[in-house]
């Protein structure tokens, strides 16, 4: 009797990760693959969605190398959001290379729409502030440079998806096309308070509704896997849930009432925690659909647009590429001796959501050394998320009590101590790196009949740990508020 899974893949912007997940919640393989980000020219960030592709299916056959095709039993899906492309309805051939949530190139058109009727509309409908990150000014660029693109859109010849959707068509074979709640959310072209394609806004942008994928719960039947070539993984088996990444280590770690939220530390960084009904005025924050499991559920969220690649580029500019290498560097550093990286690579997100901020290096002075600027570095990611949580503090006006954290720099112990100290709340740190896959197949367990209740869910075992702040680090206070002097730095006009 073979012991039945759901494969959940997590594709991320630097690995397509594969887990199988049997009905006690228990991981039973797993896989990883990294990918590459191509950065063509400044401001710009793609990755080949067919690479991603390829990825995708080494992962899951290394994954269920170790398994028989029949215990699989479901697909569940969980990916980076706001990276979308565009391809060939027809012929199913990318046209486009996945342009990442990372890219700028609407830099320009988002600045034109600042503070204007058509901005206010636009966050009035999606909660969304107007920013290069979303989709929707993207397109409106990826449409405008395509040969014919308009024309072509016009026709319904075009496919135009985010990273779930284009998975679940390579899946199904090109016969499943949708999206679900949690992606269609970030788009920036979806009412969250109708639940659909918001008319204005795709004129606004210039999309057509044709080009769209159907949107559906996130917990839900999204289509049948076709003949993918994958080994181990049969014909006909159901795509069960498809969700963005932050909204699935929402729903993997358990949160699925308010009052709690969790950090996921990653290429960028996401604050999240569920609330009841949208916020209006949750100032540098966005208002999102956090899942629909049959019953739509709402998120409060600060995205910050570079924290592990803004260390990562401190790596880069130091010679020193490895993370682990540049970590040891970094704590090397009794200190940061006042110096503060604030890595505004291509502006800032949450809670500032400035485009022409401009990453910033200072307090160097002629003792500065690799060391102190690569702790600058570390601490920067600290900083970040801890400016948002504030945000989400006086936006809820209610003290939160901790922070569930996961993510790949959570497995750095100094890190997370700095974390809680800086916060001065303790930290519920899950051991396991795989949230997010989790939380995609706690959903598509859920459509199985695996489970019935959120509360199962947030019953199955967790192995965390709970780091508290120090009651001795007392210039870690003085540290923030000097980091905030910086954040002010990097946000400086140029005299006109």
């Not at 699925?256 to 999240?272: D, F, P, V």
Request: charged share 15%; glycine share 10%; aromatic share 6%.
């Amino acid at each position: 009797m073979f012991t039945p899974v759901i494969l959940a893949i997590d594709e991320g912007t630097t690995n397509a990760k594969a887990i199988a997940v049997d009905e006690r919640g228990h991981i039973l393989a797993k896989a990883s693959v990294a990918l590459q980000v191509m950065h063509p020219q400044p401001g710009r960030a793609e990755q080949d969605a067919m690479a991603i592709w390829r990825a995708v299916c080494q992962a899951a056959e290394a994954c269920l190398s170790s398994l028989h095709r029949a215990q699989v039993v479901g697909v569940a899906i969980s990916n980076q959001r706001e990276s979308v492309l565009i391809w060939d309805r027809r012929t199913g051939k990318p046209l486009t290379p996945l342009v990442s949530w990372q890219d700028r190139r609407a830099e320009t058109f988002c600045q034109a729409l600042q503070g204007s009727a058509e901005a206010r509309l636009i966050e009035s409908h999606t909660g969304l502030q107007v920013d290069p990150l979303f989709p929707a000014a993207k397109l409106h660029a990826m449409l405008a440079e395509l040969p014919d693109g308009a024309a072509r859109a016009m026709q319904g010849e075009l496919c135009i998806g985010t990273v779930d959707c284009w998975l679940n068509w390579q899946l199904s074979g090109g016969r499943a096309y949708s999206t679900d709640y949690s992606n269609a959310a970030r788009t920036q072209l979806f009412n969250i308070h109708r639940g659909c394609w918001d008319e204005d806004l795709l004129a606004l942008f210039g999309i057509p509704s044709v080009c769209l994928p159907a949107v559906t719960p996130s917990s839900a039947l999204h289509g049948h896997t076709g003949a993918t070539g994958i080994s181990g993984l049969a014909a006909g088996v159901p795509i069960v849930a498809l969700i963005g990444d932050s909204h699935a280590a929402l729903y993997g770690q358990g949160i699925t009432q308010s009052g709690e939220i969790k950090a996921t530390y990653g290429t960028g960084s996401s604050l999240m925690t569920t609330i009841n009904t949208p916020h209006q005025h949750a100032v540098g924050l966005s208002t999102t659909i956090a899942w629909h499991d049959g019953e739509l559920r709402y998120a409060l969220e600060g995205n910050i647009t570079h924290t592990g690649s803004g260390f990562a580029w401190i790596g880069q500019m130091l010679g020193v590429p490895s993370v682990t290498q540049l970590t040891e560097l970094a704590l090397s550093a009794e200190s940061n001796q006042g110096v503060f990286f604030v890595p505004a690579l291509s502006g800032l997100g949450a809670p500032y959501w400035d485009v022409q901020a401009r990453g910033l290096l200072c307090g160097l002075c002629d003792a500065t050394t690799p060391a102190i600027i690569a702790r600058a570095g570390l601490e920067a990611i600290a900083y970040q998320i801890a400016d948002v949580f504030f945000a989400m503090e006086q936006t809820s006006q209610a003290a939160l009590l901790a922070l569930r954290v996961d993510g790949g720099a959570t497995q750095n112990r100094w890190l997370m101590q700095f974390q809680a100290d800086l916060l001065q709340r303790p930290l519920i740190r899950n051991h396991n790196a795989e949230v997010s896959a989790l939380g995609a197949a706690y959903l598509g367990g859920k459509m199985l009949g695996w489970w019935e209740h959120n509360e199962q869910i947030t019953a199955l075992p967790r192995d965390v740990e709970i780091i508290e702040p120090s009651t001795t680090n007392h210039g870690v206070l003085e540290s923030y508020q000097q980091w905030r002097t910086a954040i002010a730095r990097a946000r400086l006009r140029p005299e006109s």
